[in-house]
Nanobody, 115 residues
Framework: QVHLVESGGGLVQPGGSLRLSCVASLSSYPLYTMRWYRQAPGKQREFVASINSGGLTNVTDSVKDRFFISRDNGRNTHYLQLSRLKPEDTAVYYC?????????WGQGTQVTVSS
């Protein structure tokens, strides 16, 4: 069974920063590609970033200059550093990973950008 737990969300002013964390209960964690998605109110869930077993990252173009994904295999944890946040970044942020043909999701952490 795969269990993912996000943390680090909150209320932040425009221009601020947050670091989201996702701890995975997942054997052989270093072998897995870990992902972040987000879902804004009234919108579909969208891909944000991924990091593979070799540390290669992929960040969606709309946030590429502001968000950074990383991982710590010793802690079974991956991170999403959010900077220069905008109100349109307000969303529930989910971590995810795929094992076999199944996508596993965390419960999500709310990020609200507002003055």
């Amino acid at each position: 069974q795969v269990h993912l737990v996000e943390s680090g969300g909150g209320l932040v002013q425009p221009g601020g920063s947050l670091r989201l964390s996702c701890v995975a209960s997942l054997s052989s964690y270093p072998l897995y590609t870990m992902r972040w998605y987000r879902q804004a109110p009234g919108k579909q869930r969208e891909f944000v970033a991924s990091i593979n077993s070799g540390g290669l990252t992929n960040v969606t173009d709309s946030v590429k200059d502001r968000f950074f994904i990383s991982r710590d295999n010793g802690r079974n944890t991956h991170y999403l550093q959010l900077s220069r946040l905008k109100p349109e970044d307000t969303a529930v942020y989910y971590c995810a990973t795929e094992r076999g043909y199944t996508m596993y999701w965390g419960q999500g952490t709310q990020v609200t950008v507002s003055s």
